[in-house]
């Protein structure tokens, strides 16, 4: 003990800290049997046409709602996936599902999957999206897988294979959260990219930082050279969607139009979208 002695030797272990790892040894154990036992959902986020106002894509988000803690989120239950290795089904479970849920809806709405690192260094990825395309029958281009650049920090010469291996499946590929992490023009000049999707941070201050426009004006002219769709992440008021449309951003997605809604609700009733046209 580091109090024994009157002395306090070891004292930098404090009750937060310990806190912190009984919750997260704790969460790590549940989360096994959340996914067996179905505590998981899939809620969706409508990405809408700017012009038309019309979705055109969602974004399928994993949530945990667990049985006494309450709503636990994926930031704080993504990395414990990720460490486990419990990702690799959680990420099949979230795709089998998305991909079915919006095959039953439409018949040209996109789905966007979110894959974090470990899943896309798993050797089953590949036969896994083959299994979920040809079970589900949807057509391939209609599947967004969407990925980060930290993805490719580690070998960013394989990461650059499976992401080719995925393209050639016929699927799409978005980077997220662009313009935060380690942003490299080499990535986007050597991957097989479709979408790139513009981070929060660059649109929060859209509205009232030139200096923020600046940059989001400066990524959507390069998304658009080198022939990628573009969408802003975290829409929340009028005033940025205005200074999107403007800066001629063609994508968005955000509170402003849609928080992620539940499976069975109306993913085309974006509540602000009927004031756009
Ligand atoms: P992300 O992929 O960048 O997803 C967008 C996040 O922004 C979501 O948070 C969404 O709810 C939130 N968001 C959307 N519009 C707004 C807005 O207008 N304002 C603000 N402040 N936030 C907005 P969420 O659902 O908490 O997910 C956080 C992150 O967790 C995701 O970021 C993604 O990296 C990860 N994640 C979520 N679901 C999955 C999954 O199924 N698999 C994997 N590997 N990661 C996931
Ligand atoms: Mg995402
Ligand atoms: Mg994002
Ligand atoms: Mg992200």
Redesign the pocket.
């Known amino acids: 003990e580091a109090k024994e002695g009157g002395k306090r030797r070891h004292a930098v272990f404090t009750p937060a800290m310990r806190d912190s790892i009984v919750r997260r040894h704790g969460l790590k154990e549940e989360l096994a049997r959340a996914i067996e036992q179905r505590e998981l959902m899939v809620q969706y ?1 409508p990405i809408v046409d700017i012009e038309t106002g019309k979705t055109v894509s969602v ?4 949530r945990w709602n667990h049985a006494s803690r309450g709503r636990i ?3 704080e239950f ?1 990395p414990l996936a990720e460490d486990t290795g419990l ?1 690799v089904p ?2 099949r479970y ?1 795709l089998e599902e998305a991909v079915q849920s919006v095959v039953e809806r439409s018949d040209t709405l996109l789905v966007q ?4 690192a470990i ?1 896309l260094e798993h050797p089953d990825l590949i036969p896994t999206i083959q299994d979920v395309l040809r079970r589900s029958g949807i057509a391939p281009e209609r599947l967004v897988l ?1 990925v ?1 650049e930290t993805l490719l920090v580690k070998d960013a010469e394989r990461g650059a294979e499976t992401l080719q291996q995925l393209r050639d499946l016929g699927v799409q590929l978005a980077l ?2 662009f313009g935060t992490g380690y942003s490299s023009l080499s990535y986007l000049r050597n991957l097989p990219l479709d979408t790139l ?1 513009i981070a ?1 941070e660059f649109v929060e201050g859209l509205a009232f930082s030139d200096h923020d426009a600046a940059f989001v004006r400066l990524i959507v002219g390069l998304a658009k050279t080198v022939g990628l769709k573009v969408v802003a ?4 008021t009028r005033a940025q969607l205005d200074m999107l449309r403007e800066i001629g951003c063609d994508l968005g ?4 139009f849609a ?2 809604m539940d499976v069975d609700a109306d993913w085309h009733a974006a509540p602000a979208s009927a004031a756009l046209v």
């Open positions: 986020q974004e399928a988000l994993v989120p994926p930031v993504i990702i959680l990420g979230v999957v979110n894959l974090s899943e969407e980060t997220d959260d999707k929060r992440e975290g829409i929340e997605q955000g509170y402003y928080a992620p």
